[in-house]
DNA sequence: AATGAATGAGAATTCATTCAT
DNA sequence: GATGAATGAATTCTCATTCAT
C-alpha cells in the first residue's frame, strides 16, 4: 500500500474516458457542430483548457467517442458470431434478443444517430463503422443465413438481404426511439418488437421445400 | 388576366422554392450547424442577404426545408391508405414496393437524415415528422395489419409491431445507403430488398391456422 | 458624375490598404505576435470581422504588409540604378543622400525593424525582402563599385564588401533611430551622416592636411 | 571547506544560467511573444513549473536574457578602450578585427535582433542596451576619432558620425547574416569584411595608384 | 427586390501561471 | 526543490444577421 499512486495520477489515466463519456452525452445531443467544449468541460468536470491536456481538437474528442463506442460492439458482433451455432430457429430469437438488450442498455443508438448525420463531414469515421462494425455485423448474420440455407433450413434469396429483412425492425425501432423518444407516447417496446419479429421471419424465411 | 398575380409575386413564390431546394441540398450535406447560409445563397442563386427578404432566420429556412419535405409523403401515405385495399399479400408487396421507389426518387432520406440528427435541437420538426408523417404512415400499415388479421389473413400479434417489421428493412436500407454511399461498396438495391422482404413478411405473418 | 460610383463602393477598394496602412503601425510597435487584431481593427476603423473581409488571417495581413512594402524600395533600386552613371566621386554622395532620404521619410525601418525580428517565423518573407530588396541593393552598389573600378576609380577589393561599407553606416544609423528613439537623446541625424560618410569612403579618414 | 555553499545553493544559480541559456536560444528563434515556456523549460532539461522557482514571470526570463547579453559587451568596450591607444592606423583594423570576432562567436546578434525586435515592449531594456552596451561602445569609438582628431592623424568631422562609418557596415553585416542566414547563400563574411573596411575608412576607397 | 459590406456575438484554441502532490 | 495537471484569460477566426445603397 505504501507504493500506491497518488490519486491525482490515477485519476489521470482515467480522465480522458471521462472527457470521452461526457462528450458522447453532448454531441448525441446537439451534433457536432451543436456541441460546445464548454459544455463538455463542465460535464467532464474539468476546465475547458484541460481538454487540450487529452485531445488535440473538438474532432479528435469526436473521433475519440464514435472509436471508443466501436470496441465493444465489435466485440459483441464477433462473440456472436463464434457463440450462435445452431438450428437457424433457435439463432434468430437469440440474435434479436440480444440485439434488442444491447440497444436497449449503453449508448449504441446515440453514436449511430451520430454517425448517421455526420457521416458527411467526418467520412474516415464513417468508414471505420462500416468496416469495423455494421459490415461484419451483416456480414455475419448473412453467413448464418447461408449456412442454414446450406443446411435446407432456409429458402432461396440473397443472404445480405435477409439479413437486412432480420435487423431492420430492430434498427428502425431503435432510430425511432432515439428520434421521437421526447415527442411521442408510442414507443416501440424493443423486446417484444425482437421476439414478434423473430417469429416472422422464421415462419418466412422457412424453406417452404422443407417438410414441416 | 386581370387578376393574373403580377410577375414578381410569382417569382417572389418561386424563389422560396429555389431556396428550399438549394437547403435541403446544403443541410443534407452538412447538417443544420454545418451549413452555411453563404452556402445556400450561392447555389440559389442569390446574395446572402437577399435570403433574408424570404426568411426570417436560418432556422426558419431549416424549417421550411423539413416542412416542405412533409407535404409529398404525407400525401403519399394517405393517397396509399385509401388506394390500397385488396388482399394482404397483393397489399404488401404494392406497398413495400412503392416505399423502394418513393426511397429512390427524391430526397427522403437526406430529410429523414437530417431530422434523426436534429432531432434534440428542433423537437418541434421531430414532432411535426412523428405527427404527419411517421405516425399515419406507421398507423396506415398497422391499419392493413388488423384489417387482414380481422379477415383471418394474418396471424395474432400486435399490428404496430408488424408494421416495423413491415417497413424496417427498407428504412434500414435506405439509412444505410445514405450513410455510407461514399465510403460502401456494398450497398443494398431497395427494389430487390422491397421484393425479397415482401416474400418473408408475408410467409412469416401468414396466419398458420388459415388454409393454404 | 452621373455615373459616379456609390461613395462605398470606392471605399472598398480602398480598405485594404488602409487595412495594410494601420497593421504596418501595429506590427511595427508590438511586433506580430504581439499585434492584436482588435487594435488593427480599431486603427483602420472597422470592426475586427471585417478584416477577414479583406484578408484570411492575421499572417496574410502581415504579409501584405512587408509585401507592400517592398514594391516602393524596389522600384526606387531600380530607378537609381539606371539613373546613376558618372563618376563615383559624384554616385555616392548621391546615392547615400538619396538612401538617408528614403529612411528618413516613410515606414522603411519600421518594416526592415519588423522583418529582421520574424525572419525566422516567415522565412518567405525573409526571402522576399532579401531577393526584392536587400540583395539587388546591394547588387546594384556592387554593380557602380566594380565599373568603377573598371574605369580605375576604385582600387582593388570585393565589390560586395564595398556596398557593405557604403551602406552599413546609414542602415546602422536607421536601425539606431528606430530601436532607440524613444530612450535616447543622441540619435544620429541621417543626412549629415549620409554626407560625411560619403566624404569617408572616398577620401578616407586621414588628415588630408597631414604629411603623407 | 565549512562554509562551501551548500550543493544545491551552487546548483541553483547554475540552473538560472541553463534557464537563461535555453531562453536565449528561443527568444532568438521566435521573439518575446512566440517563444513558449514549455520550450524553454524543455531545452533547460526542467518541468515548466520549475522555471517559477527561479523567475517570476516571462517577462523576467527575457530581462535576464538580455541583460545577462549585455554584461561581456560591456566589458569588452571597457577593456577595449583602456587597452586600446596606439596611432589610428593602428587601433581601427584592430577594432574592427575584434568586433567582427565578437560578433562571430556568441549570440550578440541573435540577442541584438531581439532588442531591435521588442524594443517598443521592453523600452526599459532597449534603455539599458542604449546606456550600457551601444551608447559606450560608440562613445568609445567616438573618443578614439577625437583623440587622433587631436594628434591631427584625423580629418574635421563629428566623431560621433565617424562612429558610424567605423561600426555601421560590420552591424549590418551581422544583421544580415542574422536575418538572411536561411534564405541567402551570399552572406558576407565578417573578418574579410572588417579588414576590406578597415582600409576604406583609413584610405578611403580611391585608387591609390590613379594620379592624385 | 437585391446586394454585399459590415457587424459583433460566440467558439475553439493557446499558453503563462498556479498549486496539490 | 520539482513536477505536471489544471486553470482561465486572451486571441484568432467564423458566420448569422443587419443595413446603406
Given at each position: ?12 489515466t ?48 469526436f ?16 462473440a ?16 434479436l434478443?440480444?440485439?434488442?438488450r ?72 431503435m ?10 407516447t408510442?414507443?416501440?417496446?424493443l ?7 423473430a ?14
Amino acid at each position: 500500500m505504501v507504493d500506491d499512486p497518488p490519486k491525482w495520477r490515477r485519476r489521470k489515466t482515467a480522465r480522458s474516458g471521462e472527457i470521452i463519456d461526457a462528450a458522447l452525452d453532448v454531441f448525441a445531443d446537439n451534433g457536432f457542430a451543436g456541441a460546445k467544449l464548454d459544455e463538455i468541460a463542465r460535464r467532464a468536470g474539468l476546465s475547458k483548457g484541460a481538454l487540450y491536456l487529452y485531445f488535440e481538437t473538438k474532432e479528435e474528442i469526436f473521433r475519440a467517442v464514435v472509436r471508443t463506442a466501436v470496441a465493444p460492439n465489435l466485440e459483441a458482433v464477433r462473440a456472436a458470431a463464434e457463440a450462435f451455432d445452431g438450428p437457424f430457429v433457435r439463432l434468430v430469437p437469440m440474435i434479436l434478443d440480444r440485439m434488442a438488450r444491447m440497444i436497449g442498455t449503453g449508448r449504441l443508438p446515440a453514436v449511430v444517430k451520430t454517425v448517421i448525420g455526420e457521416s458527411r463531414n467526418f467520412p474516415d469515421l464513417a468508414q471505420i463503422w462500416h468496416d469495423d462494425v455494421v459490415g461484419p455485423a451483416i456480414g455475419m448474420l448473412a453467413g448464418f443465413v447461408a449456412r442454414a440455407q446450406g443446411r435446407g433450413e432456409v429458402g432461396a434469396g440473397d443472404p445480405r438481404l435477409y439479413a437486412f429483412s432480420l435487423a431492420g425492425p430492430v434498427v428502425m425501432a431503435m432510430l425511432f426511439r432515439e428520434t421521437f423518444g421526447a415527442v411521442g407516447t408510442d414507443l416501440p417496446d424493443l423486446p417484444t418488437l425482437a421476439q414478434q419479429h423473430a417469429s416472422v421471419v422464421l415462419h418466412g424465411m422457412a424453406n417452404p421445400k422443407a417438410a414441416p
